[in-house]
């Protein structure tokens, strides 16, 4: 959870063409392999010239849901046109890998941040184009504000995916006619309950039907420890990023603070 900052959009749109990304960004990151990309799989997945397969950490592209239901209304179109500007962005070129977590996910992919010769950060550019969304992992969440931050900008503008229904934010009182996909839910808090060690963040006062963020313990610790306890939702209109469940009605579990924005 965290606000995007109006310092850190204005560096955004000051470094000309948004083009590199600032030292301080990449000092948060280990350096590490730097290589050429001979295939471009999708619109975030590359293949490195010694036949390693890369995911661009920390956002996802278009791609086909897992849900037979949701496919009728996927764009089919957003997946090309993501991997179509990868593949202008960085295919045969070099990009240096850089990691901020989890080094490698359970297909054995590397999960990195990758940096062009001339210092573009692909995540960065993706996103501000609006060809990805941000998705953060429990275990690989570095440089989530400023992903949302780029993020932002193509949203504001309309750009890319975002100018599709199917990607857009939704209201949670409509998240039960979006379920088993990635979702951005967005709404007020009604009320916080806590169950043991386990966090229901309801949006709505029948528990059973209306929306819910689950907070377990492991992760309810992350939020506390972090000085987010999540009590302190109650009342707030926040955004949520997840995979939206069914779960005495539409779900999302919140596994690390980086999922919630608190909007106001």
């Known amino acids: 959870m965290y606000k995007i900052t109006l310092s850190f959009l204005l560096l955004v749109f000051i470094i000309p063409g948004a083009q590199c990304a600032p030292p301080d960004l990449l000092a948060k990151l280990k350096k590490s392999t730097r290589q050429q990309v001979i295939e471009v799989v999708d619109g975030d997945t590359v293949i490195l010239k010694d036949q390693s397969r890369v995911r ?7 791609r ?20 179509k500007m990868l593949s202008s962005l960085i295919l045969n070129q070099h990009v240096t890998l850089y990691f ?7 297909y054995g992919r590397a999960m990195a941040h990758l940096v062009r010769d001339d210092g573009l950060w692909l995540q960065g550019e993706m996103l501000k184009n609006g ?24 949203r504001q ?13 939704k209201d949670h009182l409509m998240a039960s006619q979006h379920k088993h ?3 951005i839910i967005t709404g007020i808090v009604k009320n916080v309950a806590k169950i043991k060690s386990t966090y229901y963040v309801n ?18 610790r992350k939020f506390v420890k972090t000085g987010r306890d999540p009590k302190t939702f109650k009342g707030k209109k926040i955004e949520i990023r997840g995979w939206l469940k069914s779960y005495n009605g539409p779900m999302i579990e919140a596994t690390h603070p980086e999922q919630i924005t608190i909007i106001q």
């Open 56 to 62: 661009l950490v920390g956002i996802q592209a278009p």
């Open 64 to 83: 086909q849901p897992l849900n037979r239901m949701a496919r009728k209304q996927w764009p089919e179109a957003a997946k090309a046109e993501a991997q």
């Open 100 to 106: 901020g977590g989890q080094r490698r996910d359970r």
């Open 131 to 154: 060809m990805a969304r941000v998705m953060t992992l429990p275990d690989n969440a570095a440089l989530a504000p400023e992903m949302m931050a780029h993020e932002t900008i193509a």
């Open 157 to 169: 503008a309309g750009s890319g995916i975002w100018a599709r229904d199917y990607y857009r934010p």
């Open 181 to 183: 996909r990635f979702q």
């Open 203 to 220: 949006f709505g006062d029948n528990w059973r039907k209306d929306f819910t963020i689950v907070i377990k313990s492991r992760a309810a």
